[in-house]
């Protein structure tokens, strides 16, 4: 079972993320993770989810059944709320212009969610991932932006994550070359850009220095070197942290260390990176060490750095990181307009307020 102290302190971040009201509320009542039984875990996040599922609305019972089986699926319980999940969003995107897509790549079959894409007219493609413990499902609902502005936009998740059937490893990088390729006739995927946040931000960097199809990348606390290189550091992980990375690559935590090693991106790579590349950094990160925000800026040859004072995923600054990489991509590919200059004023605003300003670099 997982630490509920911990549980609740990184559940915060993905419910705010997913706009979910009254989220204490529902936390205080949770007394254990141990199956779907009252006061549990999977259980009460279930059963308000199922509640929202009866009165219709799918989206946000979607959202309630993915912090059901946050932080990842390890039983029946969280099984069962991952498939109700699928099937609420289903059932949202059934009326939008949202397909499903069954990716046959080497090593598995990856589902993605998508909009945009055209065979007759093909657009610039804009890939989307979260990390380690977040399904597409939690992000596809920003495809109506993406869209919005003339482009694709296609959602996926992290290697092992939700319906991604292959394996989390050393090569899972080369997932994102493999998805370009399969939408090769439907999209101008030789003007793609990653939006990748957390654990996906590194396969993302990886991919964009073997691939020049990728034009941008936009990340928000992504793991680059030290943290697969610092054994004092990955010893203070925490726990769920340490528990989901086994369960994606299947090694014992001891192990860890040696398995991650080799995925550092050296200094090299990142000063072959010829793109733009924007990251939102935690001042307070639990989980990413400093360390690589400071390689980044000693080698990215083209970066837009923010940070916040704040923990993993800028649970507090939610709003400003969400428009903040939505206008990022858009600037990656050129786009100014008056919609865009709105944006940005927003963004403006929301940063103006006191002690909410990121720092720039």
């Known amino acids: 079972m997982n630490d509920l102290t911990e549980l609740k302190h990184f559940a915060l971040t993905h419910a705010r993320a997913q706009r979910i009201a009254h989220c204490r509320e529902l936390l205080d ?3 254990t993770d141990d199956g779907d039984r009252p006061g549990s875990w999977a259980g009460e996040w279930t059963r ?13 019972a979607m959202r309630h059944y993915t912090m059901a089986r946050f932080p990842y699926v390890d039983g029946p319980a969280r099984q069962q709320a991952q498939d109700r999940g699928l099937r609420s969003f289903a059932a949202w995107a059934a009326d939008r212009p949202i397909e499903r897509l069954e990716l046959r790549l080497p090593g598995g079959t990856v589902v993605c969610w998508a909009s945009g894409l055209s065979r007759d007219d093909p657009r610039p493609l804009v890939l989307m991932c979260g990390g380690i413990v977040s399904p597409k499902e939690q992000w596809a609902p920003a495809l109506a932006a993406v869209t919005r502005f003339g482009m694709a936009g296609v959602v996926t998740e992290v290697p092992g994550v939700g319906e991604n059937g292959l394996r989390y490893d050393a090569d899972s990088w080369r997932m994102l070359p493999q998805i370009l390729d399969a939408l090769a006739d439907r999209a101008r995927t030789d003007t793609s ?7 996906s931000g590194h396969l993302a960097l990886r991919a964009a220095a073997e ?17 697969f290189v610092d054994r004092a550091w990955q010893a203070r992980l925490p726990k769920i942290t340490q528990d989901t990375l086994t369960r994606l690559t299947g090694v014992a935590v001891d192990e860890l260390p040696d398995l991650l090693a080799p995925w550092a991106l050296s200094a090299e790579l990142i000063a072959s990176l010829d793109i733009p590349v924007a990251y939102s950094a935690s001042l307070r990160d639990e989980i ?17 750095l923010v940070d916040h004072d704040d923990v993993h995923g800028a649970p507090g600054h939610v709003a400003e990181t969400r428009l903040w990489a939505l206008l990022s991509i858009l600037r990656m590919h050129g786009v100014r307009d008056p919609r865009t200059v709105a944006l940005g004023a927003v963004l403006r605003l929301l940063r103006s307020r006191p002690g909410r300003g990121p720092r720039s670099a």
Do not use: K, N, Q
């Not at 850009?193 to 654990?199: D, I, P, R, T």
């Not at 034009?215 to 943290?227: D, I, Q």
């Open 288 to 304: 990413i060490p400093a360390a690589d925000v400071r390689i980044l800026r000693a080698h990215a040859r083209r970066l837009e």
């Open 193 to 199: 850009y990653a939006m990748a946040l957390s654990f």
């Open 48 to 60: 308000r989810a199922d509640a929202l599922s009866a009165r219709g609305r799918s989206l946000e």
């Open 29 to 31: 009542g949770i007394t």
């Open 211 to 227: 691939d020049r199809r990728i034009r941008g990348v936009v990340t928000a606390g992504a793991p680059v070197h030290a943290f």
